[in-house]
């Protein structure tokens, strides 16, 4: 097998049997790994089956309505993951392996992007509340021998998972319904429903080391609310912003939807914050030369940082 659309027409058949599209293509993809299914991907890239796995759960996504089962672009992961190599490159040339945790894992896309990115580098734990994502996650992996710890929870209730090196996170948005958990938190809002996306941020640097780092795809209207003050506060005291980056608008189909990268270190009484914080925009990634420019840039800034 050469390339991707051969995979995704094998499981894209099988799974349009199926009642349920995705439930047929977690069904196929875990007959494959029981060995009940011939498919072969000799030589196939792992980044070509994680294509061809992404595509078909996108099908599936769009064959349902379900509000929660979006799944983030290959793009953002692209993105992401030079931000993390750059943060990480001591550690990296040193060999060591990252630990990263995606609290709101989802599918795994944005998760198996980066760990393909840095093929070897990655052990990685994931949360995720939805049943059937959570499972489609653990299929994908094993098809990519990616190695994942995943637990099938509400994100923001107590973990049983260690601090990671770094957290990855496509921020759920909107009201956290569980009004009694997000009194725990230092972000629950004073009055009314508080915010999926600011309590994950809490509990994300719950569950990081100190001097660890965080990667989140944020809203980019996420300091504009009116609970952005609390927010504010938070973040003053338990980490330093590193940068914040906005991804270019043709990414997105309408303003509300456009998001940014926001990368936050926690605090360490070993480090010291940043002289400044990085605020910069991706160019259109179509222009090669200008996203090279615009890498340059982050490079610079990080050795004088
Ligand atoms: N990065 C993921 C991917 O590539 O598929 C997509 C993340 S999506 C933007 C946010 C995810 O958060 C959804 O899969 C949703 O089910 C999950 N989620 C929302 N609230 C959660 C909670 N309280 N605990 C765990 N997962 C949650």
């Given at each position: 097998?050469?390339?991707?659309?051969t995979?995704?027409?094998?499981?894209?058949t099988e799974?349009?049997?199926?009642?349920n599209?995705l439930?047929?293509?977690?069904?196929t993809?875990?007959?494959w790994l029981?060995?009940?299914r011939d498919?072969?991907?000799?030589?196939?890239?792992k980044?070509e089956?994680r294509?061809?796995?992404?595509i078909?759960?996108?099908?599936g996504?769009?064959?349902?309505t379900?509000?929660?089962h979006q799944?983030?672009p290959?793009t953002?992961g692209?993105?992401?993951?030079?931000?993390?190599?750059q943060?990480?490159?001591?550690?990296?040339a040193k060999?060591?392996?990252?630990?990263?945790?995606?609290?709101?894992?989802?599918t795994?896309?944005?998760?198996y992007?980066?760990?393909?990115?840095?093929d070897g580098?990655i052990?990685a734990?994931g949360?995720e509340v939805?049943?059937l994502l959570?499972?489609?996650a653990a299929a994908?992996a094993?098809?990519?021998?990616?190695p994942v710890e995943?637990h099938h929870?509400d994100a923001?209730?107590?973990?049983?998972?260690?601090?990671a090196?770094?957290?990855?996170?496509?921020?759920p948005y909107?009201?956290?319904?569980?009004?009694?958990?997000?009194?725990?938190y230092e972000?629950?809002a004073?009055?009314g429903?508080?915010f999926a996306?600011h309590?994950?941020?809490?509990?994300s640097v719950?569950y990081?080391?100190?001097?660890?780092?965080l990667f989140f795809?944020?809203?980019?209207?996420?300091f504009?609310?009116?609970q952005?003050?609390?927010?504010?506060?938070?973040?003053?005291k338990?980490?330093w912003i590193q940068?914040v980056?906005?991804l270019?608008?043709n990414?997105?189909?309408?303003r509300a939807?456009?998001k940014?990268?926001?990368?936050l270190?926690?605090k360490?009484a070993?480090l010291?914050a940043?002289k400044?914080v990085l605020?910069a925009?991706?160019?259109?990634?179509?222009?090669?030369?200008?996203?090279?420019?615009?890498f340059?840039k982050?490079?610079?800034?990080?050795?004088n940082?």
């Open positions: 097998m050469r390339n991707f659309e995979l995704f027409a094998i499981l894209n799974a349009e049997k199926a009642d599209y439930e047929g293509l977690l069904a993809l875990d007959e029981d060995g009940e498919i072969h991907v000799d030589g196939l890239p980044e089956m294509k061809a796995i992404q078909a759960i996108l099908k996504m769009r064959k349902s379900q509000p929660n799944m983030t290959d953002f692209f993105l992401l993951s030079f931000f993390v190599e943060a990480f490159e001591d550690k990296l060999k060591e392996t990252l630990k990263v945790t995606d609290l709101a894992v989802g795994g896309n944005l998760l992007t980066l760990m393909n990115a840095m580098k052990e734990t949360v939805d049943e959570i499972q489609l994908t094993n098809v990519l021998e990616q995943l929870q923001l209730t107590d973990l049983l998972i260690d601090p090196d770094a957290i990855v996170c496509d921020l909107g009201y956290y319904p569980n009004e009694e958990v997000a009194l725990d972000l629950c004073p009055e429903m508080s996306h309590l994950f941020i809490e509990q719950n990081v080391k100190d001097g660890g780092y795809l944020i809203p980019a209207t996420l504009e609310s009116e952005a003050p609390q927010l504010h506060k938070y973040l003053k338990h980490v940068s980056i906005q270019p608008e990414l997105f189909t309408a939807h456009e940014s990268i926001l990368v270190q926690k360490s070993e010291r940043p400044e605020l925009k991706v160019p259109n990634m179509q222009n090669k030369e200008a996203l090279a420019m615009f340059e982050v490079r610079i800034w990080k050795e940082k």
